[in-house]
Protein backbone atom coordinates (compact mmCIF):
# COMPACT_ATOMS: atom_id res chain seq x y z
CA UNK A 1 0.00 0.00 0.00
CA UNK A 2 1.17 3.55 -0.69
CA UNK A 3 0.45 6.88 1.26
CA UNK A 4 1.49 9.90 0.31
CA UNK A 5 4.37 8.20 -1.27
CA UNK A 6 5.78 5.93 1.07
CA UNK A 7 5.09 2.10 1.13
CA UNK A 8 3.73 0.49 3.88
CA UNK A 9 3.20 -3.17 4.34
CA UNK A 10 2.14 -4.94 7.41
CA UNK A 11 4.61 -6.21 9.73
CA UNK A 12 5.92 -10.08 9.77
CA UNK A 13 4.27 -10.16 13.13
CA UNK A 14 0.68 -9.60 11.21
CA UNK A 15 0.89 -12.81 10.00
CA UNK A 16 2.01 -11.87 6.49
CA UNK A 17 4.13 -15.02 4.70
CA UNK A 18 7.65 -13.65 4.80
CA UNK A 19 8.04 -14.61 0.88
CA UNK A 20 10.88 -14.01 -1.58
CA UNK A 21 8.41 -11.60 -3.50
CA UNK A 22 7.86 -8.98 -0.42
CA UNK A 23 11.28 -9.09 0.22
CA UNK A 24 11.99 -8.31 -3.26
CA UNK A 25 9.78 -5.87 -3.39
CA UNK A 26 10.52 -3.86 0.05
CA UNK A 27 14.61 -4.11 -1.09
CA UNK A 28 13.43 -2.45 -4.51
CA UNK A 29 11.29 0.14 -2.89
CA UNK A 30 14.69 1.25 -0.62
CA UNK A 31 16.66 0.77 -3.81
CA UNK A 32 14.27 3.59 -5.46
CA UNK A 33 14.39 5.88 -2.66
CA UNK A 34 10.83 5.10 -1.73
CA UNK A 35 10.51 5.08 1.83
CA UNK A 36 9.35 1.91 3.34
CA UNK A 37 7.52 1.39 6.85
CA UNK A 38 5.86 -1.72 8.37
CA UNK A 39 3.27 -1.08 10.21
CA UNK A 40 -0.23 -2.39 11.27
CA UNK A 41 -2.86 -1.07 8.17
CA UNK A 42 -6.43 -0.88 9.44
CA UNK A 43 -9.43 -2.10 6.80
CA UNK A 44 -10.23 1.70 6.73
CA UNK A 45 -7.02 2.64 5.79
CA UNK A 46 -7.08 1.04 2.09
CA UNK A 47 -10.22 2.92 1.71
CA UNK A 48 -8.13 6.11 1.64
CA UNK A 49 -4.92 5.35 0.51
CA UNK A 50 -2.68 6.46 -3.27
CA UNK A 51 -1.75 3.10 -4.25
CA UNK A 52 -2.62 -0.53 -3.20
CA UNK A 53 -0.95 -3.82 -4.25
CA UNK A 54 -0.96 -7.73 -3.89
CA UNK A 55 2.60 -9.65 -3.89
CA UNK A 56 2.49 -13.18 -4.45
CA UNK A 57 5.13 -15.94 -6.52
CA UNK A 58 2.06 -16.17 -8.98
CA UNK A 59 1.06 -12.74 -8.79
CA UNK A 60 4.93 -10.89 -8.49
CA UNK A 61 2.64 -7.41 -7.94
CA UNK A 62 -0.89 -7.02 -9.14
CA UNK A 63 -2.48 -3.59 -8.60
CA UNK A 64 -6.03 -3.23 -6.91
CA UNK A 65 -8.20 -0.73 -8.40
CA UNK A 66 -10.44 -1.17 -6.77
CA UNK A 67 -12.09 -1.77 -2.21
CA UNK A 68 -15.07 -3.33 -2.09
CA UNK A 69 -16.03 -0.82 -5.32
CA UNK A 70 -14.21 2.37 -4.26
CA UNK A 71 -11.63 3.09 -6.42
CA UNK A 72 -8.05 3.11 -4.87
CA UNK A 73 -6.46 6.40 -5.25
CA UNK A 74 -7.52 7.35 -9.64
CA UNK A 75 -8.28 3.84 -10.03
CA UNK A 76 -5.37 2.84 -11.70
CA UNK A 77 -1.93 1.25 -10.86
CA UNK A 78 -0.15 4.43 -9.30
CA UNK A 79 3.26 5.71 -9.82
CA UNK A 80 4.84 4.37 -7.01
CA UNK A 81 3.40 1.17 -8.19
CA UNK A 82 4.69 1.52 -11.64
CA UNK A 83 8.17 1.96 -10.77
CA UNK A 84 8.64 -0.99 -9.14
CA UNK A 85 7.06 -3.05 -11.05
CA UNK A 86 9.05 -3.33 -13.92
CA UNK A 87 11.89 -4.24 -11.58
CA UNK A 88 10.14 -6.71 -9.56
CA UNK A 89 9.80 -8.79 -12.91
CA UNK A 90 13.42 -8.24 -14.10
CA UNK A 91 14.05 -9.76 -10.60
CA UNK A 92 11.82 -12.62 -11.05
CA UNK A 93 13.13 -13.64 -14.73
CA UNK A 94 16.61 -13.65 -13.06
CA UNK A 95 15.48 -15.74 -10.49
CA UNK A 96 14.11 -18.65 -13.43
CA UNK A 97 14.54 -17.43 -16.75
CA UNK A 98 12.14 -19.73 -17.71
CA UNK A 99 9.12 -18.81 -15.31
CA UNK A 100 7.88 -16.10 -17.51
CA UNK A 101 7.90 -18.54 -20.59
CA UNK A 102 4.14 -19.19 -21.74
CA UNK A 103 2.79 -16.76 -19.77
CA UNK A 104 0.64 -14.03 -21.31
CA UNK A 105 -0.03 -10.49 -19.65
CA UNK A 106 -3.76 -9.26 -20.10
CA UNK A 107 -5.27 -6.47 -18.56
CA UNK A 108 -7.76 -3.67 -19.23
CA UNK A 109 -7.41 -0.56 -20.52
CA UNK A 110 -7.17 2.04 -17.63
CA UNK A 111 -9.09 5.39 -17.47
CA UNK A 112 -7.46 8.09 -14.96
CA UNK A 113 -10.45 9.84 -13.14
CA UNK A 114 -10.89 13.10 -13.77
Do not use: H
Not at 16 to 45: F, H, M, Y
Request: proline share 10%; net charge positive.
Amino acid sequence: MVQDGVLLTPPLAASVLQGITRDTVVKIARDLGIPVREEQIPRGQLYTCDELFMTGTAAEITPIRSVDRNPVGQGCPGEITQRIMPSSEASSAARSPTAMAGCIRSARPCRRRP
